[in-house]
């Protein structure tokens, strides 16, 4: 058990629909990372967060947006979902900031499925 | 441009062989890191190691082991006397300090082994 809480495991939905996937970091980890895992893609960042605050950005779409609540869990908010936004989503937290990579803890993931 | 490559798609072993995981690395970055993850079929990943890139002494711990040559951009994972519970994908990823972009990961494909028993 890495500490990290991902809600829900899973969650099918349609074309065009929203969606809100929910972190809940570490005791103590003050980093929030979103990572997607698909066939196409493979593993890739999304976005980070920092302590409530934007750090760093990755392929993450337009239609994608997260944000880091300042009790320190996040959201990833996926809009207008199309059937390839198909994949697993994984939230990890750390205690760094992100100039030293520390070890990521992650979570078991979020599968979403669109139809 | 930042990239890892994991050559090996697919590897199928018997329980007890030896069996050695590829990962090459490209970065422009002086101060860098590496790691190895493991997801199992449960889907988790689980972090096996870090390594940053001042330091390349090799690492053993039980039965993993971990060669890392900056001559060759490659941090190779070896796993002896294979198990069946070591049946998983396994990841290597990058991670560049510059820019305070540590926490970013570049994952490589990832290397699916299969230990039969």
């Known amino acids: 058990d890495s500490g990290v809480t991902q809600t829900p495991k899973h969650l099918i939905t349609a074309t065009g629909q929203r969606v809100t996937l929910r972190c809940s970091p570490r005791s103590g980890d003050l980093s929030v990372y979103w990572y997607q895992q698909s066939l196409d893609q493979g593993l890739q960042f999304l976005i980070q967060?920092?302590?409530?605050?934007?750090?760093a950005k990755g392929n993450i779409l337009e239609r994608f947006s997260a944000q880091q609540f300042p009790d320190l869990h996040s959201e990833l908010n996926l809009s207008s979902l199309e059937l390839g936004d198909s994949a697993l989503y994984f939230c990890?937290?750390?205690?760094?900031?992100?100039?030293?990579?520390?070890?990521?803890?992650f979570g078991e993931g979020s599968r979403l499925t669109v139809l | 441009a930042q990239k890892v490559t994991q050559a090996q798609t697919e590897i199928s072993v018997v329980e007890k062989e030896d069996v050695t995981l590829d990962c090459v690395y490209e970065t422009r970055d002086t101060t860098y890191y590496l790691f190895w993850y493991k997801q199992p079929p449960s889907g988790e990943l689980v972090f096996l190691i870090r390594r940053n890139s001042f330091d390349e002494q090799n690492e053993i711990s039980g039965r993993y082991s971990w060669n890392f040559q900056k001559s060759t951009s490659s941090f190779n994972f070896t796993i002896t006397a294979s198990q069946v519970v070591d049946s998983a994908v396994y990841f290597c990823?990058?991670?560049?300090?510059?820019?305070?972009?540590?926490?970013?990961?570049?994952f490589g494909q990832g290397t699916e082994l299969s230990v039969k028993p």
């Open positions: 990823a990058l991670s560049e300090a510059e820019d305070n972009q540590g926490g970013k990961l570049i």
């Open positions: 967060y920092y302590n409530g605050e934007e750090r």
């Open positions: 990890a937290s750390s205690d760094t900031s992100g100039g030293d990579a520390g070890e990521l803890f």
